[in-house]
């Protein structure tokens, strides 16, 4: 096995870790945060595992869908009604959630998360504008 391989190797096997870790964290916080309203489907929450509530949810996309849910959205209060949350541990709670609901999102990378933050002041801007 030459350098450049074994290099690979330990890459791949430190994203696998990596994505476990997340997938294991945003299950965590679903456990924490979410279960109580998206496990019955309280004020018409989409409930965990349902494909066709979740699809026109999971259709406005990753960074849309986790900045207007982070900020507030429809009954949804800001962060889940849990204010310490932070954008990273959000944004993993929902990945886990659409993932097991029809969707095929990833672990934001700092990218995504900066797109997040964004749309999140764009979201907060409109929202201040219309009280």
């Given at each position: ?8 190797l ?30 019955a489907?309280?004020l ?88």
């Open positions: 096995m030459t350098l450049n391989t074994k290099t690979l330990l890459a791949i096997f430190s994203l696998s870790i990596s994505a476990a870790a997340n997938a294991q964290s945003g299950e965590n916080t679903y456990k924490q945060a979410c279960v109580s309203c998206h496990g489907g309280v018409n929450a989409p409930k965990f595992g349902d494909k066709a509530k979740w699809a026109p949810l999971i259709a406005e996309g990753q960074v849309t869908l986790t900045a207007h849910a982070y900020v507030g959205v429809r009954s949804m209060p800001p962060k889940g009604g849990n204010p310490n949350l932070t954008v990273e541990a959000f944004s993993d709670a929902l990945v886990y959630m659409v993932n097991n609901s029809g969707g095929k999102w990833t672990s934001p990378d700092a990218k995504t998360v900066a797109a997040i933050n964004k749309e999140i002041e764009t979201r907060k801007a409109g929202l201040n504008k219309k009280q």
